[in-house]
C-alpha cells in the first residue's frame, strides 16, 4: 500500500482541537515577538508588541475556523475511516495557507506590504510554508509511527490474552440472544450466544452479521447500539461495544492486529475485520482478561 494512502486517526475529539488552536496562537504569538523574522525586526509603529502578538490572534482565529467547520460540512470526507495519512499532511497544509492569507491581510491593516497583490500573497505563503511544512510532515510521521506501534504492542498483547482464555464468558446451554426491532415491521433475530459475530451501526439501522448452520449471514434491524446495549446487558461480556459503530462478541475474536487508527479483530469464519477505535482499547484489554 502507497504510504500516503494508510489509515491515519483523524481526531474530532473537540477539546484536544481547543488546546490546539490555543497553544498555537500563543506559540505564533511569542515566536514572532522574540525573533521578529521577516524583516520584522525593523519594523517602526506603535506599539510593536501587540502588532506582532496579533499574528497569535489572527492563527488561533484561522486555525479554529478550519479545525471544526470543514469536517461539520463535509462529514463522510473527515471520518476516521476515510482517514489517511496523505489527507493529514493536505488537511494541514492547507491550514498553513489559510493561516498566511489571513496574516497576511492583517500586514495590511498596518503597513504596506507590496505594489502587487498576488504577488505579496504568494511571498506571504512562501514563507508561511518554509516555516510550516517540515514541522507538519515530520510530525504527522512520527505521530504515525508512535500510534501504530503502540496499536501493534496492543494487539500482540490482546492475542496472548485470547491464547490464554478462548472464551471470556460461557452461557447456559439453551440461551438465546433476542435482537428486536424499534418497529413491529422487523422481525426479531434470535441466536445462540455463540452465533453471533458482530453487530454494526448505520444510520438508525442495524446490521447483523452471524452464522447459521455453517453459513455466514447477514440481517438489518431498525434500532441502535444503545438500544441493543439497554435490553442485552448481561450479555456484555462476552459482546462488547469496540467502536462508536461497532458491537462485537469477544467469544468470536480469532485473531487481533493493528494500524495507526487501533486495532482490528479477525472474526472465526468470517472475511470483514471489526475496528477497536483508540477510545476503546483499554475496556477491550480488560475484557479480555
Known amino acids: 500500500m502507497n504510504f500516503f494512502a494508510k489509515p491515519y486517526p483523524y481526531n474530532a475529539y473537540s477539546p484536544a482541537k481547543i488546546r490546539t488552536v490555543i497553544l498555537t496562537g500563543i506559540f505564533v ?3 514572532m515577538v522574540l525573533f521578529r523574522p521577516f524583516g520584522l525586526v525593523n519594523l517602526k509603529i ?70 502587487n497583490l498576488w504577488r505579496s500573497i504568494l511571498a506571504f505563503q512562501g514563507f508561511t510554508l518554509l516555516i510550516g511544512i517540515f514541522p507538519i510532515v515530520t510530525i504527522t510521521l512520527f505521530s504515525y509511527n508512535r500510534y501504530l506501534r ?34 413491529q415491521n422487523d422481525d426479531p433475530v434470535m441466536l445462540a450466544p455463540g452465533e453471533l459475530l458482530f453487530i454494526r451501526s448505520d444510520g438508525n439501522y442495524l446490521e447483523i452479521h452471524f452464522t447459521q448452520n455453517g453459513q455466514l449471514q447477514r440481517r438489518i434491524i431498525r434500532n441502535t447500539l444503545n438500544g441493543i446495549m439497554e ?59
Open 29 to 31: 504569538a511569542l515566536f
Open 46 to 115: 506603535p506599539y510593536k508588541f501587540l502588532f506582532l502578538s496579533g499574528y497569535g490572534v489572527v492563527t488561533m482565529l484561522v486555525l479554529a475556523l478550519m479545525l471544526f467547520l470543514p469536517p461539520r460540512i463535509f462529514k463522510s470526507g473527515f471520518s476516521e475511516k476515510n482517514w489517511t495519512v496523505g489527507k493529514q499532511i493536505l488537511y494541514l497544509l492547507t491550514i498553513v495557507l489559510f493561516i498566511g492569507t489571513g496574516n497576511y491581510f492583517y500586514s495590511l491593516i498596518f503597513f504596506r506590504i507590496g505594489e
Open 150 to 183: 503502540r496499536n501493534l504492542l496492543e494487539a500482540g498483547d490482546a492475542n496472548d490474552r485470547i491464547r490464554r482464555h478462548p472464551e471470556t464468558a460461557k452461557h447456559p446451554a439453551g440461551e438465546k440472544i433476542i435482537l428486536k426491532s424499534a418497529t
Open 231 to 289: 435490553k442485552h446487558r448481561r450479555h456484555f461480556p462476552p459482546l462488547f461495544r469496540c467502536h462508536r459503530s461497532y458491537i462485537v462478541n469477544l467469544n468470536a475474536v480469532e485473531n487481533v492486529g493493528g494500524n495507526a487508527q487501533g486495532l482490528l479483530l479477525k472474526l472465526k469464519n468470517c472475511p470483514a475485520k471489526v475496528p477497536v477505535s483508540r477510545k476503546f482499547i483499554p475496556a477491550f484489554r480488560q475484557n479480555l482478561a
